[in-house]
């Protein structure tokens, strides 16, 4: 039978697919297709081989899955004749890619073909080694294709050599081998030869230092001239592009002059004439011309200095820049940014015009100008570009202003000249596209606020005009909110009034009406609505008489469905109800927050593992991550922890602050919790207040520390630091335990348990830690004896001791534990299974837990227990988060 | 270096992928997806350029057909502009004023050209003739064995008539 005529012929089925109306339609189709197709494959059908592939690529084409016709591939290949190998080396490359186990089946074949006697077979072969080859078949058939390169063929000279660069890529072991026939080639005549020849010479000089060294002394001569002969040629209808002869040639050898001169003065020298001659005679008007330019720059740019020539590629440039052909002035945008390390005054002359090309309508074209006036920027210039920028910014798209404000905000950041014109530009920024402005900009700029301390109000009142215009940006509301609540005072008594401000009134009423607004809003997210609450904490301090007002509004939030909200709300009504006389306290303006650490910081981007990682009880909540936001803005404040403090009773003040408190807790463990908090209570508490960033200090440190924060008294220059004096009235008006009613409200502590242990000592490695109760729940308690072996401080053994104070027997006692994933937790075999009753015995159990991030994150665990009493299955829950930090 | 080369029509159906750097068949058709998405809504006057994943994409449009070059950052980019003309011509040669339905039922010869103009993502011929002329002699190889193949048939089949 012919296998060349008959059958659903391949334009058939084309044709089929084509006049298919729908999706569903053209699957059958195709579904029919391929499976006469595995058919056919299954037959071994010999005939329509090769018609079955050419079917199989173009159903490939439309996207269906075809790797049942790799095989088929293969058998082509393999096959005698020329028809049949063209296409299957066509469908090896289409259908396969070079991380295909099949692919290596067709190693044989392609080392077969490449010593063909028929030229064009060799040709098919070295067409698919050079395009999807692997380094094991490049490394296997490297030899070959070296032969090759001296073919008497021109045409196959040139496929070896580009499939040399491709092996040479796969395998650089292999390219001192191809350095000498690559020699002999550069100095053919034959265009594609040399073409090839010249781009395989720039891929080995990459890879290798040697070939660079050796192309750099041998034949930067001859591509000189080669160069020279291809820009002086004459008339050649064959290469000719426009009036230009072979600009792919020119191109390439360009750029192997690049690679040459660069870095070897002798090499630049030598090339000088002949890119001054390119430089000069090309015809600027076509695109092959602009594309000889544009590497001739380049490559002017890269060798080695010469002034003549530089000055010359710049007016190139200049002339690009003005160019009516957006092609043309996106590749200039493009080199003038390599140009600007070189000659930075000239490139600052374009400003002008590449300011104007950051407003092209093409967004291509914005992009590199983005980049290209961001790198312009220096100090004497910052405040006319930002200007252009900022103006620009309120008319440019909206998919633009992303990167747009992204840009603006780093050109301010980095070369803000004084501290007030980078609180305006960043706030004209903030009303103009607020919403793309990423947090950690708005945090910087609450940073620099409180910094600058001449400027409070001036900014308090900038801010408060801004949101009246702007309270569609939730970055300005954040910003206005968490200003109005630090400087509200400021704001109503105009205090700080510089000279170019007007003067405008603003009762107290005005400022509470903005946060009002704010936390009314329904596009306000949990972080906005969660810094409101806080500001009108601290203007129910600042604004003694509206505090009635402002209560009502925190009310409101009462029946919040957002946890973090209602006990935001709850916890801030209680302050202000019923304790006016530690709020004022309490609500002291935020000290100064460190520039540097703060800057520092956000290039470790340790924001979000520290900050939960003070967060005391260990309870981790998502609703954390805001409240952490809110309270210290991700600023490193440095631990100013007090002497070790007794008062264990101070914990419910970090409950009241919210943080990480966990308000279910209303279970028999509560007890126990209370206990957690022992002896670092008071550093938790003034952790809290002072809302650090970072871990406290060991307890161990604390005497250092109490000196550190003299120190920071000294410095802030206030008779009375807002924390220590909150822990101050804090001692006295703690309610009994049980007792208050604002306990209650909060989760109904137990009684407190006893005075915590003194601090622990510190040994070289191996550390002992005091015993801490971790579990209590009625008659049964669980003391936790822990240990460190030395050598190994991740590893913590624990001895957990159980005793039973009630009258009952427990039996069947079972102990279980989890962790979370960044600890690994080994539990040993209890000592028992039965609790003897009245304290008379107790069961033992040891423990080793693995801290995978020690020192970042302290050991929490989960426990369970499970006994009999009675016969009556009893079973008891609770989380242990009371170990001490440094575990 | 050329990564890839795409031809797009302007419905965004796919008429010709090749592919010089290893990409896994689905990277390729999220690759074909992300870009024609961006290529195809671009307007008329802008310039040829896409940035995309650290890339550039060279593309040009010709009558319906889209032709994409994928290029790295340093590459020249009116270079392949050139290029791309560079095979449209011949193509226009070989097929004689080419439109897309020649490139959609005769794919394989498209990438028997392509074959004859790129290796390894890098350009092998600059002269239009040269490659004709090779692809020409390739074409009348598989003709001959095809009435080769004609004329054994016949005489089989006289042969058992």
């Known amino acids: ?887 | 270096m050329i990564h890839f080369v795409l031809l797009i029509s302007r419905q965004g159906k796919v008429r010709l992928t090749k592919w010089y750097s290893p990409y896994t068949q689905k990277e390729r058709s999220k690759v074909i997806r992300e870009l024609s998405g961006m290529i195809l809504t671009r307007g008329p006057k802008l310039c040829n350029f896409v940035e995309w994943r650290g890339f550039k994409v060279v593309y040009k449009r010709y009558a319906s057909l889209y032709f994409c070059m994928c290029i790295n950052q340093e590459d020249n980019e009116l270079e392949v502009l050139e290029i791309i003309h560079h095979y449209v011509e011949i193509l226009d040669r070989y097929f004689g004023s080419v439109c897309e339905l020649d490139l959609i039922f005769n794919f394989h010869k498209a990438y028997y050209i392509l074959d004859e103009v790129l290796i390894a993502g890098e350009l092998q011929e600059s002269s239009k003739k040269t490659v004709a002329r090779l692809v020409a002699a390739q074409d009348s190889l598989v003709e001959a064995a095809k009435e080769e193949a004609n004329s054994i048939s016949n005489i089989i089949a006289q042969a058992t008539k």
């Not at chain 1, 900009?441 to 001036?458: D, E, F, K, P, Q």
């Not at chain 1, 009684?751 to 209590?776: M, Q």
Request: charged share 20%; with cysteine; proline share 5%.
């Open chain 1, 1 to 887: 039978m012919n296998p060349f005529s008959s059958g659903t012929r391949l334009r058939d089925m084309i044709r089929a697919i084509r006049a298919c109306k729908t999706a569903a339609e053209e699957r059958a189709v195709v579904r029919k297709e391929c499976a006469s197709i595995r058919a056919a494959v299954s037959d071994n059908d010999n005939d329509y081989r090769h018609r079955n592939l050419a079917k199989l690529m173009f159903i490939h084409m439309l996207g269906y899955p075809t790797h049942f016709g790799q095989m088929e591939c293969l058998k082509l290949i393999a096959a005698p004749g020329f028809p049949e190998k063209r296409i299957g080396y066509l469908g090896l490359m289409l259908l396969l890619d070079e991380r295909q186990e099949v692919l290596m089946l067709v190693t044989n074949s392609l080392k077969q073909d490449l010593n063909h006697t028929n030229q064009y077979i060799v040709g098919l072969a070295l067409c698919a080694l050079g395009n999807i080859s692997s380094a094991e078949m490049a490394r296997d058939l490297a030899p070959e294709v070296e032969r090759l390169l001296q073919f008497r063929d021109p045409n196959v000279r040139k496929k070896a050599a580009l499939c040399s660069i491709r092996i040479i890529k796969k395998v650089p072991d292999l390219a001192e081998n191809f350095v000498n026939p690559v020699t002999s080639l550069l100095k053919e005549k034959h265009h594609g030869v040399l073409l090839t020849a010249i781009q395989l010479c720039a891929d080995l000089c990459i890879v290798s230092e040697e070939a660079l060294e050796y192309f750099r002394k041998k034949c930067t001569e001859g591509i000189v001239k080669v160069l020279k002969d291809a820009v002086n040629s004459p008339y050649a209808p064959e290469y000719d592009i426009s009036g230009i002869s072979d600009p792919f040639l020119q191109i390439r050898l360009l750029r192997i002059l690049r690679i040459l001169g660069h870095g070897d003065a002798d090499a630049s020298d030598f090339m000088n004439d002949v890119l001054a001659q390119v430089a000069t005679k090309t015809e600027s008007n076509k695109n092959a011309g602009n594309a000889i330019l544009y590497e001739c720059v380049e490559t002017i740019m890269s060798i080695e200095d010469s002034g003549g020539l530089r000055v010359l590629a710049i007016n190139i440039l200049g002339r690009f820049l003005s160019n009516r052909d957006n092609n043309i002035r996106y590749v200039a945008l493009n080199m003038l940014m390599k140009a600007i390390s070189i000659d930075g005054q000239a490139v600052q002359r374009h400003r002008a015009t590449i300011l104007e090309c950051v407003k092209d309508s093409d967004a291509s074209i914005r992009k590199r100008a983005l980049e290209l006036v961001y790198l312009l920027v220096n100090e004497s210039n910052v405040k006319p570009l930002t200007k252009e920028l900022i103006d620009y910014l309120v008319v440019s798209d909206q998919d633009f202003k992303g990167d747009l404000t992204a840009k603006i905000c780093s050109i301010v950041e980095k070369l803000s000249p004084e501290k007030i014109w980078y609180i305006d530009q960043m706030l004209k920024v903030l009303c103009e596209a607020g919403n793309y402005v990423k947090d950690e900009v708005w945090h910087a700029l609450i940073v620099v606020i409180t910094n600058s301390s001449n400027l409070h109000g001036y900014t308090v009142r900038s801010l408060y005009r801004a949101i009246q215009t702007s309270g569609d940006q939730e970055a300005v509301v954040r910003v206005a909110v968490w200003c109005i609540g630090e400087y509200g005072d400021l704001l109503v008594n105009n205090i700080g009034m510089l000279d170019i401000e007007e003067p405008i009134t603003v009762t107290e009423s005005d400022a509470i009406d903005v946060i009002e607004v704010a936390i009314k809003q329904h596009t306000s997210d949990l972080t906005t609505r969660a810094m409101c609450l806080m500001a009108l904490l601290k203007l129910s301090s600042r604004f003694p008489s509206s505090s009635q007002r402002i209560k009502d509004i925190v009310n409101q939030s009462k029946g919040s469905l957002l946890l973090e909200l209602q006990q935001r709300s709850i916890e801030f009504d209680s302050i202000i109800g019923k304790h006016q006389n530690l709020r004022s306290a309490l609500v002291e303006r935020m000290p100064v927050l460190d520039e540097a650490s703060y800057s520092g910081r956000r290039g470790g981007s340790g924001v979000s593992t520290s900050g939960i990682n003070n967060i005391p009880n260990g309870v981790v909540k998502i609703v954390d991550a805001p409240l952490v936001d809110l309270l210290d803005l991700g600023v490193d404040e440095p631990t100013h922890a007090p002497p070790p403090n007794s008062s264990s009773g101070a914990n419910f003040l970090h409950d009241l602050l919210g943080v990480g408190a966990d308000i279910s807790s209303s279970s028999p463990q509560s007890g126990g919790r209370n206990t957690m908090h022992g002896h670092k209570s008071g550093t938790d508490v003034l952790l809290d207040l002072l809302s650090s960033g970072s871990p406290p200090a060991p307890a161990t440190q604390k005497s250092s520390s109490t000196s550190d924060l003299l120190s920071l008294t000294q410095l802030n220059n206030k008779p009375s630091p807002s924390p220590f004096s909150a822990l101050d009235t804090l001692s006295s008006p703690i309610p009994t335990p049980g007792a208050s009613p604002m306990m209650d409200l909060l989760d109904g502590f137990g009684p407190n348990p006893t005075t915590p242990p003194p601090p622990p000592k510190e040994e070289e490695n191996g550390r002992t830690y005091p015993p801490i109760v971790a579990f209590e729940s009625g008659a049964l308690s669980l003391m936790f004896n822990l240990s460190k072996q030395p050598g190994s401080p991740q590893i913590t053994l624990i001895e957990a001791k159980f005793t039973n104070k009630s009258s009952h027997v427990y039996t069947d006692f079972i102990f279980q534990a989890a962790v979370p994933k960044f600890l690994q937790l080994h539990l040993e075999p209890a000592s028992s299974n039965t609790l003897p009753g009245n304290g008379s015995g107790s069961i033992t159990q040891k423990l080793q837990v693995t801290n995978n991030q020690h020192g970042k994150k302290s050991v929490v665990m989960r426990i369970r227990i499970s006994y009999k009493l009675n016969n009556k299955d009893m079973l008891e829950e609770g989380q242990i988060s009371n170990f001490p930090r440094d575990l």
